[in-house]
């Protein structure tokens, strides 16, 4: 398994954690129609932590206890398959005439992130160059602008921008942040610019431009799942109305900050570049407005049952096994046994391949009945499968020879420096059983590694092993 197919198994899994999670927390907004929003945030802030980190806590309440497994075994490098012919012969499943669309997935995944990386990043890009030039605002909106900041204690110098482009008040970057406005929203009395600037304000406090960045790149990570991104656009709305319980806590008039909400509504824009604004879209605005007609609270007894439903199904979903059950399932390999093929070196390189070749030495043109790998002398070799020593001597031709048996293959290791095993020791796949040399007939350090079938032939040992 490469390590492309490893993160996205694992996203995958992350996933299907958060979205369980997501859909308790929506289940809870319908139950508890008063929740508070500033409870609803902590748990979406729980969500988001389960895309962002890995949770590897055991716990008997974890629902894979009660998950039927099948019993784990190494897979070193190929899985043997049946072969159903008119001789049921055993052959390697041909992974480049065989299409797998498991295999598939991880690329599609991988061109998909990066692709929407790029679009965001492009979006982002045309929106800080349209930003540049910007034309000079009232000093009296820069004065309520200021009298804002000082009121919300914020001393950090956050410019006041008025351009053409993004009709609806923006937050806009994270290093040198940004309000941007329109003429429109200039126009705006002074107790109505007041609303605007104070919610503005507020996500830079909350530093809900962060959250809108992280959920914006994990947007591009997990947008193979539909649930994650009706999810994240929750989260945001359900930001958008905290910040407007602030604003109203601040500055105590209800009624006319939903009005100022409507008036933005009429010249502002739907929030293509994912940024923090005041305005995002018709539907979610006649939502907070209604939201804003209720006090938005929740008695003790109802907040301590979400935080039990919270933990127990968290726990439950979220956590790892402690005691899964294990049962034995038949595969179509011989015998039901998965046959494990490892590299009968690390590294390397192939200096010889399988078939027809002009011999080194003798310089005659003959069937080369192995594959030739160059290391130096020392390196460690190990047996390609478990198996029985039936050869380990030396000859003058193949030098210190190993030949191992296996149920169906022999294998054969030649030109060894070294020998750690004897005729009739019974191994296992990967152990060692010698190191690489240069003896018999070989021109340089190296390891001559061939196979034979059941009928005595060679055959192309990359067809088992892949170098």
């Known amino acids: ?13 992350m996933s299907f954690n958060a979205t369980l999670i997501g859909l308790l ?5 319908k139950i508890f129609k008063n929740i508070s929003v500033k409870l609803l945030n902590l748990l979406w802030i729980f969500v988001i932590l389960l895309l962002l980190i890995p ?3 055991e716990s008997k309440m974890s629902i894979q206890n009660y ?27 041909d992974e480049k005439n065989h299409i797998n ?10 061109v998909g992130s990066v692709s929407l990386l790029l679009k965001n990043i492009i979006v982002m890009s045309k929106v800080k160059q349209k930003i540049k030039c910007s034309n000079v605002l009232d000093e009296n909106v820069l004065e309520i602008f200021n009298e804002c900041k000082r009121n919300l204690h914020i001393n950090n110098d956050i410019k006041l921008i008025l351009q053409n482009e993004i009709k609806t008040p923006v937050i806009f970057g994270v290093v040198s942040p940004k309000l941007l406005i329109t003429k429109e929203v200039e126009s705006l009395s002074t107790s109505e610019l007041k609303y605007v600037f104070t919610h503005e304000l507020i996500h830079y406090k909350k530093l809900d431009i962060f959250i809108y960045k992280i959920i914006n790149a994990l947007k591009c990570v997990y947008w193979f799942n539909p649930i994650i991104l009706i999810i994240f ?10 910040t407007d319980e602030i604003t109203v806590d601040i500055l105590k008039d209800r009624k006319k900050y939903c009005k100022v909400l409507l008036k933005i509504s009429q010249i502002g824009t739907e929030n293509y ?10 539907k979610e605005l006649e939502r907070r407005i209604i939201m804003l007609k209720n006090d938005g609270k929740i008695n003790a007894i109802s907040v301590c049952i979400i935080a039990l439903l919270v933990i127990v199904i968290g726990m439950a979903s979220i956590s790892l096994a402690t005691n899964r059950i294990t049962e034995n399932i038949d595969l179509p390999v011989i015998d039901n046994i998965i046959k494990t093929y490892v590299r009968p070196i690390e590294g390397g390189m192939i200096s010889a391949t399988y078939g027809t070749r002009v011999h080194p030495i003798t310089k005659e043109e003959k069937s080369h009945n192995g ?10 070799v190990v047996s390609m499968s478990a198996g029985k020593v039936v050869k380990a001597e030396y000859n003058s031709q193949n030098g210190n020879q190993i030949i191992i048996e296996h149920d169906e293959i022999l294998t054969e290791y030649n030109h060894l420096s070294k020998m750690n095993v004897s005729a009739g020791d019974e191994i296992s796949a990967g152990q060692k059983i010698g190191e690489v040399g240069s003896t018999g007939m070989a021109t340089g350090p190296h390891l001559h590694f061939g196979i034979m079938n059941e009928k005595g032939e060679y055959i192309n040992p990359t067809e088992y092993v892949e170098f």
């Not at 927390?25 to 907004?29: E, F, S």
């Not at 669309?101 to 991988?110: F, G, N, Q």
């Not at 594959?371 to 460690?380: F, N, R, S």
């Open 273 to 282: 570049a994912n940024v923090v604004t005041i305005y995002n879209g018709k």
């Open 371 to 380: 594959i030739d790998i160059a290391a130096p002398i020392g390196t460690e």
């Open 1 to 13: 398994m490469n390590i492309l197919t490893s993160i996205f198994l694992k996203l995958l899994e």
């Open 25 to 29: 927390i929506l289940g809870i907004k």
């Open 55 to 57: 949770i590897n806590i």
């Open 101 to 110: 669309i498991i295999s598939l997935m991880p690329i599609i995944w991988i």
């Open 67 to 93: 998950i039927p497994q099948i019993e784990e075994m190494t897979l070193q490098d190929e899985i043997y398959e049946q072969n159903y012919s008119e001789k049921n012969e055993i052959v390697l499943l």
């Open 233 to 242: 656009r929750k989260i945001k709305s359900d930001l958008e109305y905290a």
